[in-house]
Structures are given as C-alpha cells and as structure tokens.
C-alpha cells in the first residue's frame, strides 16, 4: 500500500493546486457560483472536475493492484501514467478549451491506465479461481 500512497498523495496535491486556481479566478473575477460566463474560470472548473472525476476510481484500482501482489514496477508504471495524464489533461484544458495536445495525450494515459489496471485485475482474478 506504500506504492499507492505516493501517487494518491500526488493525486491530492494536484486536485489542491487545481482548486486553488479556480478559487483564485473566483475571486479576481467576483463570481461565488457558477462561471458567471467567465470562459477561464469554466476552463479551470472543468480542469479541477476532471481531475476529482476519474481520480478516485483509478486510485481505487491501484490499490487494488497493489493489495494482489503485482509486481511493484507495474503499479509504478500504472500510477506514472495516471498521474502524468492527470497533469497533462490539466494543464492541456487550463490553456485551451478546445483539443488540444495536453488533454488528448493526459485522456489517453489516464483511460489507457484504468483499462489496463481492470484488464489486470479480471486477469488476476480469473487466474486466482483457476490456481
């Protein structure tokens, strides 16, 4: 569980640094709910969701990962790959709302790790009944 811990922690820090550039934005712009049509705040707001959207769950398969046993270098490489999708879709969609390299390159990573991990987990499982 020490693995998962590092990247959950990661995880924390950037949906932290991600809600304090929508908080900012909030307050430079005088808007307390919504996006009040302000296009950076909706592009900050969407970054931030984005992040709380898949994180749990992928963090929740990492664990999982880990709790079977898996080969430390593997739940490194799932959890390098979530992370840096995560940033990546961050930052992409925080300078265009539009598509753009960030954001494909960060949905790939994170949906490439999240389908990898299950595969993974199912594998495992049915491995283990068979075993």
């Not at 908080?23 to 992040?51: F, M, P, Q, S, W």
């Amino acid at each position: 569980m020490r693995i998962t811990g590092i990247y959950a922690a990661l995880s924390a820090l950037l949906v932290i640094v991600l809600t304090i550039r929508v908080v900012l934005r909030r307050r430079e712009a005088r808007i307390g709910i919504g996006d009040g049509g302000d296009h950076e705040l909706a592009k900050r707001v969407r970054a931030h969701a984005n992040a709380v959207e898949y994180l749990p769950l992928a963090l929740l398969l990492l664990l999982i990962v880990e709790l079977n046993q898996t080969l430390p270098l593997v739940v490194h490489v799932f959890g390098i790959m979530l992370v840096v999708g995560r940033i990546a879709h961050a930052f992409g969609l925080s300078r265009s709302s539009k598509i753009s390299a960030g954001r494909a390159v960060g949905t790939l990573l994170t949906l490439f790790a999240i389908i990898g991990m299950a595969v993974l987990l199912l594998w495992q499982a049915v491995v283990l009944a068979t075993a």
